[in-house]
């Protein structure tokens, strides 16, 4: 494991980078025949139309690219803010979010669904315990980073227990009310007060912020001691794959629950869910400016619609709705 981070660019630009251009040279395919149908209705252009020179269509990715200003990556991303804050990547985001969707039902997906049939429930239990336990140095060390000591101890201790018992294929020190908490360095800077900057979609790691992108490529992956116990590079990929096997064959039961935009779906419960992490791990109230407010009542009217419907300028009406109030139930 000399050069992960490395490897994982080079990587993802590999796979990546075909599938990105091909896109664009499909889009830029499509605005091409739009503009020649537009060119053969036309019988008589205008002056202007024939001096204008002709311009090379730009990539739509590039153009969101260029256009992204530095105010826009000091973002503190949450799923209630609009679109254009807390995603401003989203045309890039939603080709790499289709590549890893297209990698995961194609080459993903049937491993695990091979693994967790094939695998004994409990082998696959086992793994799970020793590659949680293998995390547990690193979750002491960020909570001690975090200024909690009581937790980091505890976290240790849990480490060392069940690796002297079982070598964590077991969690012995759950039965002795020894529990840690998953920590990474992406947590650490959220309560060190570092805004988490814009929604981005990682190539085969999927959802992530660039805080959180940051704190796994260039901490995380050096500062877990797997990097150290598996110095073959074939073996840390070999367990890297695994890892990542065994994750999903743990959400197979999910795919069918997003329905509709899943990008947009996935994109908000993944800020939800790193808002509530970060404000729990510094006191704070988790639910304030987090949720996306719900402007729709179960018949499908809006409130706005409804407190206007409700609202009148009759004397009468209101006479008669503070005489007759609704029941209660």
């Given at each position: 494991?000399?050069?992960?981070?490395?490897?994982?660019?080079?990587?993802?630009?590999?796979?990546?980078?075909?599938?990105v251009?091909?896109?664009?040279a499909?889009?830029?395919?499509?605005?091409?025949?739009s503009?020649?149908?537009?060119?053969?209705?036309?019988?008589?252009?205008?002056?202007?139309?024939?001096?204008?020179?002709?311009?090379?269509?730009?990539?739509?990715?590039?153009?969101?690219?260029?256009?992204?200003?530095?105010?826009?990556?000091?973002?503190?991303?949450?799923?209630?803010?609009?679109?254009?804050?807390?995603?401003?990547?989203?045309?890039?985001?939603?080709?790499?979010?289709?590549?890893?969707?297209?990698?995961?039902?194609?080459?993903?997906?049937?491993?695990?669904?091979?693994?967790?049939?094939?695998?004994?429930?409990?082998?696959?239990?086992?793994?799970?315990?020793?590659?949680?336990?293998?995390?547990?140095?690193?979750?002491?060390?960020?909570?001690?980073?975090?200024?909690?000591?009581?937790k980091?101890?505890?976290?240790?201790?849990?480490?060392?227990?069940?690796?002297?018992t079982?070598?964590?294929?077991?969690?012995?020190?759950?039965?002795?009310?020894?529990?840690?908490?998953?920590?990474?360095?992406?947590?650490?800077?959220?309560?060190?007060?570092?805004?988490?900057?814009?929604?981005?979609?990682?190539?085969?790691?999927?959802?992530?912020?660039?805080?959180?992108?940051?704190?796994?490529?260039?901490?995380?992956?050096?500062?877990?001691?797997?990097?150290?116990?598996?110095?073959?590079?074939?073996?840390?990929w070999?367990?890297?794959?695994?890892?990542?096997?065994?994750?999903?064959?743990?959400?197979?039961?999910?795919?069918?629950?997003?329905?509709?935009?899943?990008?947009?779906?996935?994109?908000?419960?993944?800020?939800?869910?790193?808002?509530?992490?970060?404000?729990?791990?510094?006191?704070?109230?988790?639910?304030?400016d987090?949720?996306?407010?719900?402007?729709?009542?179960?018949?499908?009217?809006?409130?706005?619609?409804?407190?206007?419907?409700?609202?009148?300028?009759?004397?009468?009406?209101?006479?008669?709705?503070?005489?007759?109030?609704?029941?209660?139930?």
């Amino acid at each position: 494991m000399s050069t992960p981070l490395l490897k994982y660019v080079l990587c993802s630009a590999v796979l990546y980078a075909p599938m990105v251009f091909a896109q664009d040279a499909t889009d830029t395919a499509v605005e091409a025949t739009s503009s020649a149908d537009e060119s053969a209705t036309s019988t008589t252009p205008s002056d202007a139309q024939v001096d204008q020179p002709h311009k090379k269509p730009r990539s739509h990715t590039i153009e969101t690219l260029k256009n992204i200003h530095k105010d826009q990556l000091k973002v503190d991303a949450k799923a209630a803010q609009p679109e254009a804050v807390k995603d401003p990547l989203q045309p890039l985001n939603r080709k790499i979010y289709h590549f890893n969707d297209t990698l995961d039902k194609h080459v993903v997906r049937p491993v695990a669904v091979q693994y967790k049939e094939k695998i004994p429930e409990d082998v696959r239990g086992g793994f799970s315990n020793f590659r949680n336990n293998m995390r547990d140095p690193w979750n002491s060390t960020n909570q001690m980073l975090q200024g909690k000591p009581k937790k980091s101890f505890k976290t240790l201790g849990k480490f060392v227990l069940n690796t002297v018992t079982s070598l964590g294929m077991a969690d012995i020190a759950k039965r002795k009310n020894l529990t840690s908490e998953n920590e990474t360095f992406g947590n650490t800077l959220g309560v060190w007060g570092v805004p988490s900057g814009p929604y981005i979609v990682l190539p085969m790691f999927g959802p992530s912020t660039f805080r959180d992108g940051f704190g796994m490529l260039a901490v995380d992956t050096f500062a877990r001691p797997q990097g150290y116990l598996y110095k073959d590079d074939k073996i840390f990929w070999s367990m890297v794959a695994l890892e990542g096997i065994d994750s999903r064959a743990q959400f197979l039961e999910l795919d069918s629950v997003v329905q509709g935009d899943q990008y947009a779906a996935l994109r908000d419960v993944y800020l939800q869910r790193r808002n509530y992490d970060i404000a729990v791990r510094r006191g704070e109230d988790p639910t304030t400016d987090m949720f996306m407010e719900d402007s729709f009542d179960d018949d499908g009217t809006t409130i706005d619609d409804q407190d206007n419907e409700t609202s009148t300028d009759d004397p009468q009406l209101q006479d008669d709705a503070n005489q007759n109030p609704l029941p209660t139930q």
